[in-house]
């Protein structure tokens, strides 16, 4: 593995004020202006919009590429339609269409970030490192304020029929955090920016490689002081939201990336991240943050009904392996309330789309994961780990409104593969 070592452009030392010349404004206002989106209740909304807007530009263009990566995931968004044909109620196929939408501007955003040279890799790093700190803040809003929601302006003018449904209204609904209890005394997991509290953990886990990235490409200055304070502030969210998903992915991350910096004999490297480790588990377990994990770790409720949903799931889908169902059903059992097909993007992609399905989203990530793996920059590196969380997250964490995070890391992750895409599109 190469060194980081990578001289920044001088296009790429142009201040804030000159973004519009740049062209890097698109991603700036798009991950920064989350909050914003939430706050009017259009967060899940807002990416087929977006998506249409470059779709319309990419076709006034001439020479657009579609690098392999491209041609998996249309593959997929081909795979997904044929999985139609198993929905049975026009609340399926309204579901249906939903996520569809979701994919599809996902495959937009993909195509739009490697034929847009002028969006480099170092603004998609700073403005996904913003984000970060913006989930960070809002795991705080969510501690100090668990209990705090409010309509947003949205809200009137969504049908009746649908603001019924829980989940249409849990995403154009806005609160800091959700109260569970499962402990023996409530406590306030965040959700701010997301719909749910495993949202949240997720979104925190798949965005923190680019506040490591953004802070080793950052001058000494405020935002670098900022990502710093940042991130020693973050552990005290990320514990107290109880995400396991989100322990284990940072864990696994974190492992794999001491072993590369030891495999590419960076032993220094390897050691700062050991030591580091070492003095936040130490701090962690001193502190009452450290019984906060033992206590989640001794109450297990949910993994005896995840695994019955697990094992529902596959059981159900032994009778249409292909196509599966096109959405998630009602569940049978009664050892858990969750429809079949919810809880984990494994368990969504196999019983609606099929192990056909299952297999394409995934292989589409272990491309990206494969063809990343010699990354030669801070950035090309947080791409590349966040594809590495992606996958670890999977199994725990829906990642339908994660995939424009995960669209932009791929992207970072591989534009030095594409040598044929024009200069720039490949510049760390």
């Known amino acids: 593995m190469a060194s980081y070592a990578v001289p920044v452009s001088q296009r790429e030392r142009i201040g804030l004020a000159a973004l519009r010349r740049d062209g890097s404004w698109p991603?700036?206002?798009?991950?920064?202006?989350i909050p914003v989106w939430w706050l009017l209740g259009v967060r899940h909304f807002m990416w087929p919009v977006v998506a249409t807007g470059m779709a319309l530009s990419l076709l006034q263009r001439k020479g657009v590429k579609l690098p392999a990566t491209v041609a998996i995931w249309t593959l997929f968004l081909a795979w997904f339609v044929v999985t139609g044909v198993g929905l049975d109620t026009f609340g399926r196929l309204a579901g249906f269409a939903l996520r569809f939408s979701f994919y599809a501007s996902a495959g937009i955003f993909l195509i739009y970030l490697f034929n847009s040279p002028q969006i480099t890799s170092r603004a998609i790093?700073?403005?996904l490192a913003g984000f970060w700190v913006c989930v960070v803040i809002g795991g705080y809003l969510g501690v100090l304020f668990p209990t705090l929601e409010f309509h947003t302006p949205i809200e009137?003018?969504?049908?009746?029929?649908?603001?019924?449904?829980?989940y249409v209204h849990d995403m154009t609904h806005a609160?800091?955090?959700e109260v569970q209890s499962f402990l023996g005394y409530p406590i306030g997991r965040p959700t701010t920016f997301f719909t749910y509290t495993n949202g949240w953990g997720s979104g925190f886990g798949l965005l923190l490689p680019f506040a490591f990235a953004a802070v080793a490409i950052s001058k000494r200055g405020p935002w670098r002081r900022v990502l710093i304070v940042a991130l020693a502030a973050s552990v005290v969210p990320a514990i107290i939201s109880l995400n396991r998903g989100l322990w284990i992915?940072?864990?696994?991350?974190?492992?794999?990336?001491?072993l590369?910096?030891?495999?590419a004999r960076h032993p220094a490297r390897a050691l700062r991240l050991l030591a580091g480790a070492g003095i936040l588990a130490a701090v962690i377990f001193i502190s009452p943050l450290g019984s906060l994990i033992g206590e989640r770790l001794d109450h297990g409720q949910s993994n005896q009904a995840r695994g019955a949903l697990y094992q529902e799931t596959f059981s159900r889908v032994a009778g249409s392996?292909?196509?599966?169902?096109?959405?998630?059903?009602p569940a049978e059992g009664s050892s858990y309330l969750d429809s079949v097909g919810t809880q984990g993007q494994v368990?969504?992609?196999?019983?609606?789309?099929?192990?056909?399905?299952?297999l394409l989203f995934f292989g589409w990530l272990a491309h990206g994961f494969f063809k990343s793996r010699w990354p030669t920059s801070p950035p090309q590196m947080a791409g590349h780990v966040a594809l590495l969380i992606a996958a670890v997250q999977a199994p725990f964490y829906g990642l339908l409104v994660q995939m424009f995070v995960i669209v932009a890391a791929m992207v970072v992750a591989l534009r030095p593969q594409y040598r044929s895409l024009p200069e720039g599109v490949h510049g760390g």
């Open 27 to 33: 991603v700036y206002v798009l991950f920064l202006g």
């Open 125 to 127: 790093v700073q403005a």
């Open 156 to 166: 009137p003018f969504v049908p009746g029929a649908l603001i019924s449904n829980d």
């Open 175 to 177: 609160r800091f955090a």
């Open 249 to 258: 992915s940072l864990l696994v991350a974190g492992i794999y990336v001491t």
């Open 260 to 263: 590369r910096f030891v495999a």
């Open 321 to 329: 392996p292909l196509v599966g169902y096109g959405s998630p059903r």
């Open 347 to 358: 368990l969504y992609l196999v019983f609606s789309h099929g192990y056909p399905g299952l």
